[in-house]
């Protein structure tokens, strides 16, 4: 069965540093998804990407943010001065369709996570 | 703004009964919800979406129904089992999935 993937499950840094994080969506998949999750809270949503730009971004989704899809399989999701405050689990998620379409088979299928721990 | 409530104490029950957890939403009328589990430390998996012109929907054990005029869906789990111990989420479309803070079911045997 096809999968999101992500990598590295788990990243240690320092605050301040540059952190990038990666995920291979689902191939034929078209909407491109970040969500964190910050121990015991909800799962907020951070960005959604479809045809190779941002369509859609939360108030958390500021200027220390940046996602980009380099090639035709990888997603990744950049924090560039990273803050204690941003550790947290970091889901990928990909849809079939999404954005105005959302509806039947629009269920997001998500990674297993990446931990950022700041420290 | 829209608002997604669910029940944030744990709901406990014993293995074999039915499991009901509520969502309800606020200022918003979606054309569809959908309910995720999530383990600990994983990333949620879709459970089932149902639409606005389904009262109910199943799926194995599972069972939900969407009331759109209390602006509300109940998920049941009949004759849970350890195995169903989880958090549920619900999740609406605007324009993206956007979550409740999920519900969290302990099933003991």
């Known amino acids: 069965e096809p999968e999101v993937t992500q990598t590295p499950s788990h990243q240690v840094t320092q605050m301040g540093q540059e952190v990038i994080l990666r995920c291979v969506p689902i191939?034929?998949?078209?909407?491109f998804y970040w969500y964190r999750q910050i121990l015991g809270q909800k799962v907020e949503f951070l960005v959604s990407?479809?045809?190779?730009?941002?369509?859609?971004k939360s108030e958390i989704f500021d200027d220390q943010f940046s996602v980009e899809r380099p090639d035709g399989s990888n997603f990744t999701l950049k924090i560039r001065s990273t803050k204690l405050e941003d550790s947290a689990m970091y889901f990928c998620?990909?849809?079939?369709?999404?954005?105005?379409?959302?509806?039947?088979?629009?269920?997001?299928?998500f990674g297993q996570g990446t931990r950022l721990t700041v420290v | 703004s829209q608002k997604i409530e669910q029940n944030s104490e744990a709901l406990n029950i014993q293995e074999g009964k039915t499991a009901t957890l509520t969502c309800n939403y606020t200022?918003?009328?979606?054309?569809?919800l959908q309910w995720y589990r999530q383990d600990p430390g994983r990333g949620p998996v879709f459970l089932l979406l149902?639409?606005?012109?389904?009262k109910e929907k199943r799926k194995e054990r599972l069972k939900v129904t969407f009331d759109t005029t209390l602006k509300q869906s109940l998920f049941h789990i009949t004759a849970s089992q350890p195995a169903d111990s989880a958090t549920y989420l619900c999740?609406?479309?605007?324009?993206?999935?956007?979550f409740g803070t999920g519900t969290r079911l302990l099933v003991s045997p």
């Open positions: 990407f479809y045809n190779n730009e941002i369509s859609e």
């Open positions: 999740a609406l479309p605007f324009q993206k999935l956007v």
């Open positions: 191939s034929n998949h078209l909407y």
């Open positions: 998620a990909s849809s079939r369709i999404g954005g105005s379409q959302w509806g039947a088979n629009t269920e997001a299928f």
């Open positions: 149902i639409r606005e012109n389904e």
């Open positions: 200022n918003y009328s979606p054309a569809y």
